[in-house]
């Protein structure tokens, strides 16, 4: 978007920076659950995008994946802009507070949507990416699976897919797509290969290169 509108100034946000930290994961006994509704500081995720929306400069706590929690001190500055890209698993789902959404200061949502067997694959292909990356990095929490036999690490990670990662995108994720206003369906290759247009009426499906003639 940037490349594009050259004038207009773009921010992109990941909700992960809202996480709670681990520790208070650990205290209220749901470090399991990390990444499911209740891991996340709605309040303050709601009190960004108000400030945000009204023009205000707002700095965010920073999550990093390499130490797999939120980043002790260090903040991202996002500055008033043109255009602010908020991306995360939850951006659909509704907090405590249900007199007020997220998607309540969103001028456009998209879902984008991929077949759970294509989702795993890549949840797997970019743990061990990671492990890859963390094997001189004692620092990094995937470190320790670098000292592990590879066999142990691949039935580790399926283990968090099935009983997390999956399990959230069942119950959690999922069930919110259709509160897009488009839904864009990737393929095993990254591929846009459908499109549903809400446009104020059911979701209605396209393929991509009609979309595109």
Known sequence: MSRTLTDARVELVTTDGFLY????????????????????????LLNFLDRIKNGQDVDIPV?????YDIVPEEKQSVKAADF??????????????????????????????AAVDDI????????????????NDPDSYYYRFTQMPIG????????????????NLQNYIEPTRNRAEVIL??????EIDEIYLKNN?????HKFSDIMV
Not at 90 to 105: A, H, K, M, W
Not at 120 to 135: G, N, T
Not at 152 to 159: I, K, L, M, R, W
Request: net charge negative; proline share 4%.
């Open 185 to 190: 369906h990737k393929t095993k290759n990254h």
């Open 152 to 167: 142990e690490v691949e039935s580790f990670a399926h283990q968090v897919w099935t009983s997390i990662n999956l399990t």
């Open 63 to 67: 999550y990093s994946h390499e130490v």
């Open 21 to 44: 930290p681990n520790q208070t994961l650990i205290e209220q006994g749901i470090l399991n659950r990390k990444g499911f509704p209740e891991s996340y500081d709605m309040e303050s």
């Open 84 to 113: 602010v890209i908020v991306e995360g698993i939850n951006v659909f789902q509704n907090p405590q507070n249900e007199r007020l959404y997220i998607t309540d200061f969103f001028d456009f949502s998209i879902y984008v949507d």
């Open 201 to 205: 009426f059911p979701l209605s499906k």
């Open 120 to 135: 795993e694959s890549w949840y797997l292909d970019r743990f061990l990416k990671m492990l890859s990356l963390a094997q």
